[in-house]
């Protein structure tokens, strides 16, 4: 078996799990104002589906343990009231049913807690001098959109902070000892004390925020205090077989004195020796750096924080849960080596939630499981209290509003779909589930549209277009590439309907010099790009306004001397901001030249001749010039109003249809093709 170490039980406390995969808490902020603190279906659907799909064990998302004081939104879970209480037991019951067992995530939010801020009560902070850097937790990175949606979160209001007393610290332990029971008596099989990402617990244990000299702080195990007594509390409450695992930061990335893995370790074992019965290893970074969210608590590279779990793995007798984008193949190599004993695997589980169970099918068929593409959108829309989606999963968010397409369509109709890009290759493969009989028509000779170009800014996006030609095949759809779909070609399929998904044109626009400058080859679209890879350079004028652009722009500054060019703005606003934040980054350190708010006038001899926002006309050097929007005509719905005659119904879906462009788009392109996918 490919994946047997990944695959094979493990002991966890009194717990035995049927393999090493986690889903570990992740908020989803799927919760309803009007009955805050009780899980809804949407809430018992997303779980109930990862526990269907193979996970061992399932933690539900961060749950404020004196809700909804220290709670993020009124959308979060809680565990303090019968009712919540109850909705927990009927989710227990439901994961049980597959197989898997069920955690929560309990947290106090300390600094983070904006619900305590919309309702104009100070947050709870270890130390009042680490206080001011509070407001850079909220804004760093966010355009005066995501500004805006942020501060409506918290009623406009800025957090103000408070040192916790004792009063305040002894409350909130006895709090998780609360939950916890509360946890039991549902019927849950463990809880996991939140003691990183800059909650609470994490804050008194970082000695960049903790400067206490009280018996909360001063000294490592005065920092580690809270943190052991909230295990103590839950052991107390629950019952000593009652097993606790406890999330730490295994390091504070970008933050002076703060934490590094060496304490983290030694904390590690304190816990331990306090009764944590396993111990989760996370990061956190900068908060008030925005591209230091993708250093901790959501990493951007594969693999990331494997050297932190191994650290404290050398430390500790009890089972040690990595995270941090880990790949199957990864998670298997780690555990195979001693770095973990179990993986969590957060977005891949959103991605796809039988990802266990496609695991243990590889070899057999099947298309594998559908890949993460690390685009962050999934936990951005956790800063504007917003319910979670997937790029590459239409029905996260929704698993509930979504359980009809299960069912097979009562009527089985001939699909023809025009373009078989990432949009048409998601209906395909949805109508072919659903027991259509599907044709993809693509003109290329390999199939994939938008996604040939993504990918090589993207590499996941590689991996996604892969899985999707494959599942679509694989159910039964039928790709004809090289195929033109000519109204001639699609009348001979005698279609009951017909889909276009033929994308958006991504060429230059008609500037002065630009047809010479084409055929000399000093000037490319985004879609040449997919057939003759990235331009050579050396220098190079990348213009756009959105996500593809920036994009572009820092593939290339990893080898050329790029400018970038954005009539519409700021770089990259279309895209979940984490991931600008981390490719502005990178493009930053390769010396990348951004020009917000200019407009391109003309391609000149010596390059590309702009006017500036102060209206000052300059010409850029450029050896060529890249163009990423859509075309001044987008390539339109192609053959649409040529096939009103064949008395059929003809839907457009993807950027055919208007929607946005390139890799930011990729969402919106997915999510408009399943939709219509299930209907038919």
């Not at 589906?49 to 009124?74: K, Q, Y």
């Not at 993986?343 to 796809?352: E, F």
């Not at 593809?548 to 703005?569: D, F, I, K, N, Q």
């Not at 493009?587 to 407009?599: H, I, K, S």
């Amino acid at each position: 078996m490919r994946y047997r170490h990944l695959l094979s039980p493990v002991r966890l406390g009194r717990l035995e799990l049927r393999n090493r995969i986690v889903m570990p808490g992740m908020g989803t902020f799927l919760g309803d104002p009007a009955r805050p603190g009780v899980l809804t279906g949407e809430h018992l659907a997303h779980y109930e589906a990862r526990a269907r799909g193979g996970a061992a064990l399932v933690f539900v998302e961060v749950t404020p343990v004196c809700f909804p004081e220290g709670a993020a939104t009124l959308r979060q879970p809680g565990l303090a009231t019968d009712a919540q209480e109850a909705a927990f037991a009927e989710l227990a019951r439901r994961v049980h049913a597959h197989g898997a067992a069920l955690g929560v995530q309990l947290v106090h939010h300390g600094k983070l807690a904006l619900a305590d801020v919309r309702r104009g009560e100070p947050v709870l902070v270890p130390s009042l001098d680490a206080a001011p850097r509070l407001a850079g937790d909220l804004a760093a990175g966010l355009t005066r959109d995501e500004i805006g949606r942020m501060m409506a979160v918290t009623g406009g209001r800025v957090p103000q902070a408070r040192a916790a007393t004792d009063a305040d610290l002894l409350a909130i332990i006895a709090a998780f000892g609360e939950a916890a029971a509360r946890a039991r008596r549902a019927g849950l099989d463990c809880v996991e004390v939140h003691a990183a990402h800059g909650y609470l617990l994490s804050s008194f244990l970082s000695p960049a925020w903790n400067r206490r000299h009280d018996r909360w702080g001063g000294s490592p195990e005065g920092r580690a205090r809270l943190a052991i007594a909230a295990v103590r509390a839950v052991k107390d409450a629950a019952g000593d077989d009652f097993p606790v695992v406890v999330r730490l930061d295994g390091a504070e990335h970008g933050v002076p004195g703060g934490i590094t893995p060496e304490q983290a370790a030694d904390t590690a074992a304190r816990l331990a020796a306090a009764g944590a019965d396993a111990v989760h290893v996370s990061a956190y970074g900068d908060p008030t750096s925005a591209v230091a969210f993708t250093d901790g608590p959501l990493p951007w590279r594969v693999g990331q924080y494997l050297p932190l779990a191994r650290a404290v793995r050398r430390r500790v007798d009890v089972p040690v849960i990595a995270v941090g984008r880990l790949t199957p193949a990864v998670g298997e190599a780690a555990i195979a080596s001693g770095a973990a004993d179990l993986v969590a695997m957060g977005r891949a589980l959103l991605a796809d939630p039988d990802l266990p169970r496609t695991l243990a099918a590889v070899g057999t068929g099947s298309p594998g499981p559908r890949p993460c593409i690390a685009c962050f959108a999934c936990v951005a829309t956790a800063f504007f209290d917003e319910p979670v989606t997937c790029a590459t999963n239409p029905r996260v968010g929704r698993a509930a509003a979504t359980a009809a397409w299960d069912a097979t369509a009562p009527t089985a109709r001939r699909v023809v779909i025009v373009g078989a890009g990432p949009a048409g290759l998601e209906c395909a493969r949805v109508a072919a589930i659903r027991g259509h009989r599907v044709v993809v028509l693509e003109a290329e000779p390999v199939p994939g549209g938008a996604a040939n170009v993504a990918g090589l800014v993207n590499p996941p996006i590689t991996e996604l277009r892969r899985w999707l030609v494959a599942a679509a095949s694989g159910a039964g759809a039928a790709i004809r590439t090289g195929t033109t779909a000519t109204p001639e070609v699609i009348a001979a399929l005698r279609p009951d309907v017909v889909v276009v998904a033929t994308g958006a044109r991504r060429g230059p626009p008609a500037l002065p010099g630009v047809r010479a400058a084409v055929a000399a080859g000093r000037v490319l679209g985004a879609d040449d790009l997919g057939r003759c890879g990235l331009p050579p350079g050396p220098r190079v004028v990348v213009v756009g306004t959105g996500g593809a652009a920036l994009g572009v722009a820092e593939r290339l500054a990893r080898r050329c001397r790029v400018t970038l060019v954005c009539p519409g703005g700021d770089p990259g606003a279309d895209l979940p901001h984490p991931r600008r934040a981390r490719l502005l980054h990178e493009a930053r350190r390769g010396g990348l030249v951004v020009w917000p708010e200019a407009a391109p006038v003309a391609v000149v001899a010596e390059g590309l001749e702009v006017r500036d926002r102060n209206g000052r006309a300059q010409v850029l050097v450029a050896d060529q010039i890249v163009f990423t929007d859509p075309a001044p005509d987008g390539g339109g719905p192609g053959p649409v109003e040529g096939l009103r005659w064949l008395g059929v119904p003809v839907h457009v879906i993807g950027d055919a249809a208007g929607g946005a462009t390139g890799p930011g788009g990729l969402a919106a392109a997915l999510r408009s093709a399943f939709d219509l996918a299930v209907t038919l």
